[in-house]
């Protein structure tokens, strides 16, 4: 059975919420999958493959939720992604220096942004699910790479002082 959003032909108030979200996600997932192939330390590799996981996928289910309420998924110019892809397979870099470059050591400011999304009161049940288990899984993910971050940050503290 058709839930009631899908078979609402208005336009609803988060469509630009979710097209942001499909679109930044699977970005994401992409610059992760190139920076994995090439990254040598264990630890740092695992925790971008559980990201790089999770981001995929919610990559996929906002646009698929976006294709169930009946639109589609409208890319934007990136003129960025080349660059940050290119970031991503560098072998020049350090773990720690793509960790800056993407900001992923400081993501809970970032995210603070989604603190607001459900004052839209309009938010369908199950885009409302998909939205919840999203914003906990990207604070989560916001955790791992923070303790990430700072492992990598000690470890060159250290490195220096011994050197
Ligand atoms: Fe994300």
């Known amino acids: 059975m058709p839930d009631t959003a899908s078979t609402n032909s208005a336009k609803p ?14 970005r994401a997932h992409r610059y992760l999958g190139e920076w994995i192939a090439v990254c040598t330390d264990p630890e740092v590799r ?4 559980t ?3 999770r981001e995929g996928e919610h990559g996929m289910s906002f646009a698929k939720r976006i ?3 009946g639109f589609s998924v409208r890319r934007r110019d990136d003129p960025d992604l080349e660059r940050d892809l290119e970031l991503a397979r560098s072998t020049e870099l350090s773990d720690r220096e793509k960790m800056d470059h993407f900001g992923l050591g ?4 970032t995210l603070s942004f989604f603190d607001d999304i459900f004052k839209d009161h309009t938010i369908d049940i199950r885009t409302g699910e998909l939205l919840g288990r ?11 790479l923070a303790a990430c ?7 060159a503290a250290e490195t220096t002082t011994s050197a």
């Open 13 to 26: 108030s988060y469509l630009g919420l979710l097209n942001a979200i499909a679109v930044g996600e699977a």
């Open 51 to 53: 990201v790089a996981w």
């Open 149 to 155: 971050y700072g492992r990598l940050c000690e470890t």
């Open 46 to 49: 695992a925790v971008l493959q």
């Open 106 to 109: 400081r993501l809970n400011e």
């Open 134 to 144: 999203y914003v906990a899984e990207e604070f989560d993910s916001a955790r791992l």
């Open 67 to 69: 294709d169930e309420l």
